[in-house]
Nanobody
Framework: QVQLVESGGGLVQTGGSLRLSCAAS?????????VAWFRQAPEKEREFVAA????????YYHDSVKGRFTLSRDNAKNTVYLQMNSLKPEDTAVYYC???????????????????WGQGTQVTVSS
């Protein structure tokens, strides 16, 4: 069974940092075309945060997190990370890890392209 499991969320003050982890089981991350992070705040639509295309190792970021968030991967641990620095209250959301195995056409920012999802981890940034 293929699973993506997120961890690392929590409560942090404005300006603080958190590192989210997405551990894959049942399939190695290299078998996915893209691995990404999305987030969803209360009463808002799910939003793209960052993604990495496995073959070319290209990483994309939403403009709102560029320079503050960094997506990285550890092939040996079959894990993808999202390092989040300089956190703001507007970063508060449930963060989801997602992946798919489709051919990538353009920046992989659309949630409907992803068919593997984790259960989410809550990130709360207090002001």
């Amino acid at each position: 069974q293929v699973q993506l499991v997120e961890s690392g969320g929590g409560l942090v003050q404005t300006g603080g940092s958190l590192r989210l982890s997405c551990a894959a089981s049942g399939r190695t991350l290299s078998q996915y075309t893209v691995v990404a992070w999305f987030r969803q705040a209360p009463e808002k639509e799910r939003e793209f945060v960052a993604a990495n295309t496995w073959g070319s190792n290209t990483t994309y970021y939403h403009d709102s997190v560029k320079g503050r968030f960094t997506l990285s991967r550890d092939n040996a641990k079959n894990t993808v990370y999202l390092q989040m620095n300089s956190l703001k209250p507007e970063d508060t959301a449930v963060y989801y890890c997602a992946a798919h195995r489709k051919v990538v056409v353009g920046p992989p920012t659309n949630s409907w392209d992803y068919n593997y999802w984790g259960q989410g981890t809550q990130v709360t940034v207090s002001s």
